[in-house]
């Protein structure tokens, strides 16, 4: 009897102790997911570090008709046991990109992105089943999109995945946090909007201290004059008629928008890969983002 009064005081006391954890916020931190792993290895980058591109994708099975591969596809690298490749070796395929929309979204875009340096598109992950002596054949797994001739390869390498933070304690209402600042200078793909789960890219990165797991709030100053985005300027008030305020009142003296937030996945000399993990409305390139 005592041996069953026992076991269920030490029963109340774990769950006590549960849902202390629980008042505390564990449980939050806890069921909080990691990123996926198409969001780390499917982020790309913009870096200036040299990029070996000597081994690349040069064909596949069925290339008389197939001009991309994907899941399953078996494609040919121009490297074999020759140069050191053997069954088993894995690849992370990635293709240099451009903007080819040649469309600058605010006013500093093209100097910004020109000095994080190249960008860089994750195309997904093959692993080698057979190496000859110039060529080897590999099977594409984890594609992030469409794998084509000329893709570069690279050795695969395990990357961090950060831990994510609960969204319960976001403050849309923040002060400045006296941190380094940045601005959100693309979005994946030159994607000139993003949200909840989109990949961008921030003009600060290592060398000025930003490490994998680092959060960046992202906001945005009111009348905002460098952004090519919103409205024509004094639409609401000079055009169509509605209420303006008694005096002009300068950016520096309004609140600022906070619009989300986002945890790095990747860093470089000059920049950052940040999946956004909260937002409140459309985040732009243009905004402004900080250090949490």
């Given at each position: ?63 008389n008709y197939v ?16 140069q050191g490749v ?137 009348d905002n004059g ?67």
């Amino acid at each position: 009897m005592r041996r069953n009064i026992l076991v269920l005081g030490l029963s109340i006391a774990l769950l006590s102790a549960g849902a202390l954890a629980q008042d505390n916020g564990l449980r939050d931190r806890a069921a909080v997911p990691p990123p996926t792993q198409q969001d780390v290895y499917c982020s790309g980058m913009i870096t200036t570090d040299h990029v070996s591109r000597s081994t690349q994708l040069v064909s596949g099975e069925e290339a008389n008709y197939v001009l991309t591969f994907s899941d399953g596809d078996y494609v040919y690298i121009n490297k074999g046991s020759d140069q050191g490749v053997k069954a088993g070796d894995v690849f992370q395929v990635m293709r240099p990109i451009a903007n080819e929309t040649y469309v600058q979204f605010f006013t500093w875009q093209d100097r910004l992105l020109h000095a994080m340096g190249q960008p860089w598109e994750d195309e997904g992950r093959v692993k080698v089943v057979v190496a000859h002596k110039k060529v080897s054949i590999a099977q594409v797994f984890d594609s992030c999109s469409y794998l084509q001739r000329g893709d570069v390869l690279l050795p695969y390498q395990e990357r961090p995945v950060p831990q994510l933070k609960s969204e319960a304690n976001f403050d849309r209402f923040a002060p400045p946090s006296g941190k380094k600042k940045a601005m959100v200078v693309a979005g994946k793909g030159f994607t000139i909007q993003a949200g909840t789960n989109s990949v961008v890219y921030v003009n600060l990165g290592a060398s000025q201290g930003v490490k994998v797991g680092d959060y960046f709030r992202i906001y945005r100053y009111e009348d905002n004059g460098n952004s090519f985005v919103y409205q024509t300027p004094n639409m609401g008030t000079s055009v169509e008629g509605f209420g303006s305020g008694p005096a002009h009142y300068p950016v520096k003296d309004l609140p600022r928008e906070i619009l989300g937030e986002g945890v790095v996945l990747r860093t470089f000399s000059n920049s950052s890969t940040v999946l956004i993990t909260y937002s409140l409305k459309q985040i732009y390139d243009g905004d402004y983002c900080e250090l949490e």
